[in-house]
Nanobody
Framework: QVQLVESGGGSVQAGGSLIVSCALSGATYSFICAAWFRQIPGKEREGIATVNLRGGSTYWHDAVKGRFTISEDTAGNTMYLHMNDLKPEDTAMYYC??????????????????WGQGTQVSVSS
């Protein structure tokens, strides 16, 4: 059974940093596309990053480009979203997602069937 389990996040002051982890289990070898989404209170969920796990460039939403990065552990079973220079407007529930399709650029959320449970990130001014 495929599972994505998130951890990390939390609360930080503006300018600080946080890391959110997304541990993949099950048929992880089948995943090709990974993504991070966030849902700001009162708004729809939006994609902030998409990465093709077989190589290729990473797509970043303009709102986080240059401040957020993605890394993986050596086994490729855990993804990390590194969030730096956080701003109050980054306050949101953050979700990881994975798919068995090749991807680049913006990918609609309805293409993903496998999701993490979400983790809260709160940034105070």
């Amino acid at each position: 059974q495929v599972q994505l389990v998130e951890s990390g996040g939390g609360s930080v002051q503006a300018g600080g940093s946080l890391i959110v982890s997304c541990a993949l289990s099950g048929a992880t070898y089948s995943f090709i596309c990974a993504a991070w989404f966030r849902q700001i209170p009162g708004k729809e969920r939006e994609g902030i990053a998409t990465v093709n796990l077989r190589g290729g460039s990473t797509y970043w939403h303009d709102a986080v480009k240059g401040r957020f990065t993605i890394s993986e552990d050596t086994a490729g079973n855990t993804m990390y979203l590194h969030m730096n220079d956080l701003k109050p407007e980054d306050t949101a529930m953050y979700y990881c997602a994975a798919g068995t399709f090749a991807c680049s650029g913006v990918v609609p959320e309805d293409r993903f069937y496998h999701w993490g449970q979400g983790t809260q990130v709160s940034v105070s001014s």
